[in-house]
């Protein structure tokens, strides 16, 4: 069994910044690839970002590129997400996704809320 647990999200202003934190535990040496997705009120699911451990790349939406960094420390087990330059359309409930082995798991989520 894997548990991932959020931390990090909370209210920011236009402009500021973020930095989420994914902890994971469990039988997790099978991990492939984690993941951060957000929905915002009404909205469907939508992916943020993604890093493969195998060769440690990384992707992005549209909607965030160069302005969030995903990012994983493998001593701690925690894959962060770096948020910059938050906007209004930034505000969602964000989860972390693992796939590990052939299955996938999901946190509880952690809300974010941009201000203007």
């Known amino acids: 069994q894997v548990k991932l647990v959020e931390s990090g999200g909370g209210l920011v202003q236009v402009g500021g910044s973020l930095r989420l934190a994914c902890e994971a535990s469990g039988f997790i040496s099978g991990t492939k690839a984690m993941r951060w997705y957000r929905q915002a009120p009404g909205k469907e699911r939508e992916l943020v970002a993604a890093i493969i451990y195998d060769g440690g790349s990384t992707n992005y939406a549209e909607s965030v590129k160069g302005r969030f960094t995903i990012s994983r420390d493998n001593v701690k087990n925690t894959v962060y997400l770096q948020m910059n330059n938050l906007k209004p359309e930034d505000t969602a409930v964000y989860y972390c996704?693992?796939?590990?082995?052939?299955?996938?798991?999901w946190g509880q989520g952690t809300q974010v809320t941009v201000s203007s």
């Open positions: 996704n693992g796939f590990v082995g052939y299955n996938t798991y």
